[in-house]
């Protein structure tokens, strides 16, 4: 194996967090601002890129780029590596950033790759390597909105990823289609072949209410669709909170002091 071999375990139910177990040694690496809490003897470092082998083999150059794919999927330009450098096992957690699922993917098992949302990877084993998949038609993608820039997680190690709400697995059988809402997909297997497609009829794409794409995808292979996509969660509380000058009943408060705290009232 490229990757390191680490061992790990899931806690809760709709807010969950994964507590990965480090042999001396061994590395994780996971996005800025994911980290739960960690043992003693673990050493913390911020790198550009991911740490993988494709990153490091191009020197300077190839963190850059690898640093530069996840700017382009609106991550951070950094990753955090977290070393066990103890002489027993150590432990370190990463936590859900919204209510949902982790998802514990072991690469080896599906040939090496899964295709993600660009804001599912949570953490991985050191020398998985975090890229971007990009639709083949760039004309849709560039108007499909969540369906066009997805991250690509490729090595032989262990990956965690987050999805919203409850999490449906499905196997698409060769030739079988299901089409999913661009924000729905939450990860599917490299070898699932997938297209951003319009919504035909205009009345359809004003008045549907479902989005004006959705992904189709074509089997062999696993899909993984999510229940609550966050641009869902944010837009359904961001419409339910009282504008300024409007209603001062129930809800009131909280808009109050959301707005407080976030600088929406700056008087």
């Known amino acids: 194996m490229n990757n ?4 790990y375990t899931l806690y809760g139910d709709d807010m969950q967090f994964v507590e990965v177990e480090l042999d001396p040694d061994e590395t994780v690496i996971a996005e800025a601002g994911g980290l ?15 740490g993988s082998s494709s990153s490091n083999d191009g ?20 990753m955090t590596t977290f070393t ?15 209510p949902g699922k982790i998802i514990p993917m072991d690469l080896s098992e599906i040939n090496g790759k899964l295709i993600c949302q660009k804001d599912a990877f949570l953490a991985a084993a050191k020398g998985v390597s975090i890229g971007v998949e990009f639709q083949r038609k760039i004309g849709t993608g560039f108007f499909g909105g969540e369906g066009f820039i997805m991250q690509k997680l490729e090595g032989d190690g262990m990956a965690f990823i987050h999805a919203g709400g409850t999490i449906h697995k499905k196997e698409l059988e060769p030739g ?6 661009t924000g729905c997909l939450a990860a599917m297997t490299g ?9 035909g009829g205009v009345k359809t794409a004003l008045f549907g209410g479902e989005g ?13 669709v999510q229940t609550l ?24 408060l909280a808009g109050s002091l959301f707005n407080n705290i976030f600088g929406g009232d700056r008087r």
Do not use: C
């Open 59 to 78: 020197g300077i150059v190839g963190k850059l780029i690898g640093a530069g794919k996840r700017v382009v999927t609106g991550e951070s330009l950094f």
């Open 4 to 7: 390191h071999e680490i061992d």
């Open 212 to 224: 004006v794409f959705f992904v189709t995808l074509r089997g062999p292979g696993t899909v993984w």
């Open 176 to 181: 079988e289609t299901l089409r999913v809402d």
């Open 36 to 50: 739960m809490m960690m043992e003693d003897n673990i050493r913390m470092e911020t790198i550009f890129g991911d």
């Open 229 to 252: 996509p966050f641009s869902r969660l944010a837009s359904r509380v961001f419409a339910a909170m009282p504008q300024e000058g409007g209603s001062k009943g129930e809800g009131s």
């Open 191 to 199: 070898e699932v072949d997938y297209d951003v497609e319009f919504v």
């Open 84 to 98: 066990n450098e103890g002489n027993g096992k150590k432990r370190v957690s990463f936590a859900s950033p919204y």
